[in-house]
Structure formats: structure tokens, C-alpha cells
């Protein structure tokens, strides 16, 4: 099964894994228990404080 990922510039899931996993480190996401524990992987969940206006470099000490 292939991912059409190029909308965003992100050519493969091993890509767009570092990408979220960055935003991750930003904290601009959250990394949160997948559903489906069996398949692996990980999941992510935007970051509460983004929406209540802190810059990205307040989310780093949220």
C-alpha cells in the first residue's frame, strides 16, 4: 500500500515520521498511545497550549 504523501513535500512515511517527530520535540505535538496497539508505531495529537496562542518556543517548557 503506497501513501501519497507529496501534498505536504514529504515523499515517504519514514519522512513524514521525522517530521512529526520534530514537531514532537518543538512541542508543537503530543505523543500519545496509538488506537491499534498491535500494528506499532507511533501517534501524535496537537499540543493544547498551541491552540491557547504560546510560541513555539514557550510550548518547549509547557
Not at 1 to 21: C, N, T
Not at 56 to 62: F, K, M, S, V, Y
Amino acid at each position: 500500500m503506497g501513501w501519497d504523501l507529496g501534498f505536504a513535500g514529504i515523499e515517504s512515511v519514514a519522512q513524514a515520521a521525522k517530521v512529526l517527530q520534530r514537531l514532537a520535540e518543538k512541542g508543537w505535538l503530543l505523543e500519545v498511545q496509538p488506537r491499534n496497539r498491535n500494528r506499532g508505531g507511533k501517534a501524535f495529537v496537537l499540543n493544547p497550549k498551541v491552540l491557547e496562542g504560546l510560541k513555539p518556543e514557550e510550548l518547549q517548557g509547557a
